[in-house]
């Protein structure tokens, strides 16, 4: 064989080399999942817009299980969330009790979580300003707590949280109920009551006309880091500098280890 027909053969495998390289300079941030959650969480991705969709707009995540999405492009606009109660049904079809996208299959393909869910919402290097801006939204309700940590070298980037179960108290007529009659979900009065002064519609159109409401606080007072309605105050929006990679944590608060008091009380 002469080199150039070893060339030759070469080709595809050099072409496999080419297009993983490609791949790794386009993703600029890394999107890491942690479940702390007593339950299964199975998370969604939606990006903004008329973008391609991520390598996984859907997966699995078991208690204390880990994932990353590493191929965020360099400009990136979308949602995460954490669907709850999935199962597949009798028609094979794969749905959950809350924040389910419809799509029948664990990814959702481009396909929206029909609220009640809790958002993570994530603006990165928007228009070149190498800033990146992320927030927890409520303004389509509540399914369960999560929180968005920058990670990396960036100054001023704090953690947003949303870490109370606001399930817990929820009125009953925003309340989602799953089959044994628990609360799993909480929906924004704006989706249950549909009046103009939830939903920042008509005269209540804009920030100065659509105050907060008796039912946006019970949000706000779980989750002050969070938008409890469409014009809920602005410093909801934390910013990063850009470069950073995001991990987003389902329950917060729940499944934590405290191995200091565990070493006293073995003294
Ligand atoms: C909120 O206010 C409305 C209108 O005043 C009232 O009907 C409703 O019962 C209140 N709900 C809660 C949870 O306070
Ligand atoms: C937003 O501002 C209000 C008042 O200006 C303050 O009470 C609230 O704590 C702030 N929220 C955050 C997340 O900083
Ligand atoms: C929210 O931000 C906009 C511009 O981004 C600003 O004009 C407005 O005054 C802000 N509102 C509040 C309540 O801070």
Known sequence: MDARASFYLLLPFLALLARDSCADKAGAATLNFANKCSYTVWPGTLTGGSSGQLSSTGFELATGASFSINDIPETWSGRVWGRTGCATDASRKFVCATADCGSGKVSCNGARPIPPASLAEFTLAAAGSGQDFYDISLVDGFNLPLSITPQGSGSGCSTT?????????????????????????????????????????????????CPPTNYSKIFKDQCPQAYSYAYDDNNSTFTCAGGASFLITFCPLDLICHPILLGYSFK
């Open 161 to 209: 949280s949303c870490p109370g179960n606001i399930n817990s108290v929820c009125p009953s007529e925003l309340a989602v109920k799953g089959s044994d009659g628990s609360v799993v979900a909480c929906k924004s009065a704006c989706l249950a009551l549909n009046k103009p002064q939830y939903c920042c519609t008509g005269a209540y159109g804009t920030a100065e006309t």
